[in-house]
């Protein structure tokens, strides 16, 4: 049974930084592309980043591009998602998804696995 388990998520000034985590697990980690999406209330879920098989190709939405950065760990079958400058519009529930892709995929009906979620919330 695959599960992707988000943590991390919490209560932040405008400006500060959170690391969200994504561990994976029932699935060949190796095989998948991971991407981060976001979805505040009201709104669609939107993507945010996505990151290679390999951890060397990122791509990233416009709105959060230089402030946010992707990492994994193929050792640990997790994933990063480093926020930094923080800002109130951030504010959203935080899920991490799988593809089993090599990269490149923005889109929400790509993705096979996705988490639970974890909630980020900047207050201004």
């Known amino acids: 049974q695959v599960q992707l388990l988000e943590s991390g998520g919490g209560l932040v000034h405008a400006g500060g930084s959170l690391r969200l985590s994504c561990a994976a697990s029932g699935l060949t980690f190796t095989r998948y592309s991971m991407g981060w999406f976001r979805q505040a209330p009201g709104k669609e879920r939107e993507f945010v980043g996505c990151?290679?098989?390999?951890?060397?190709?990122?791509d990233y939405a416009n709105s959060v591009k230089g402030r946010f950065t992707m990492s994994r760990d193929n050792a640990r079958n997790t994933v990063y998602l480093h926020m930094n400058n923080l800002r109130p519009e951030d504010t959203a529930v935080y899920y991490c998804?799988?593809?089993?892709?090599?990269?490149?995929?923005?889109?929400?009906?790509?993705?096979?696995?996705w988490g639970q979620g974890t909630q980020v919330t900047v207050s201004s």
């Open positions: 990151i290679g098989r390999g951890g060397s190709l990122t």
């Open positions: 998804a799988a593809a089993k892709r090599s990269f490149g995929v923005r889109t929400i009906t790509e993705y096979d696995y």
